[in-house]
């Protein structure tokens, strides 16, 4: 079931292609920007690394490569996620992200599951909405 709202960040994202296995596309993209995390001002900042499916949908992850910087404290994150291409060029992904922190700021998100929403324009401005499934 889907729980409280615990974040809402947006910031810049750019994106360059990687190697490619059997002529599917695999795309790298990175991210940072700012917002809130638990009522916290946070800067973000992560890589993503995703592959397009053969139905033209791709899939992704950011392997620990997520990192969440406050005055309140630090956390770093991972996530998976699927997601596909906008006609107007942007992209939407949706997936599960799970936070690790020695901050009491964001202890509580240790060992739950979150999901999210990430919706990307066709500026590269991303969007990042975040909610602890309960």
């Known amino acids: 079931m889907l729980g409280k709202h ?9 994106v360059k292609a990687l190697s490619s296995d059997y002529g599917m596309p695999s795309l790298e993209t990175t991210g940072a920007g700012q917002g809130t995390l638990l009522g916290h001002d946070v800067q973000f900042m992560a ?16 392997p620990n490569s997520g990192v969440i910087l406050s005055a309140a404290g630090a956390a770093t994150y991972r996530a998976t996620g699927a997601g596909h291409p906008t006609p107007d060029g942007g992209s939407v992904f949706r997936g599960a992200v799970y936070f690790s922190s ?7 998100l240790n060992g739950k ?3 999210y929403s990430w919706d990307v324009d066709a500026n590269g401005v991303a969007q ?3 909610h602890v499934v309960e």
């Open 113 to 115: 599951a979150c999901v």
């Open 47 to 62: 890589t993503y690394s995703a592959d397009m499916q053969p139905d033209g949908s791709f899939y992704g992850e950011c």
């Open 6 to 14: 615990v974040g809402s960040m947006s910031g810049a994202t750019t």
């Open 128 to 130: 990042w909405e975040i």
């Open 102 to 108: 020695h901050s009491e700021a964001f202890a509580e």
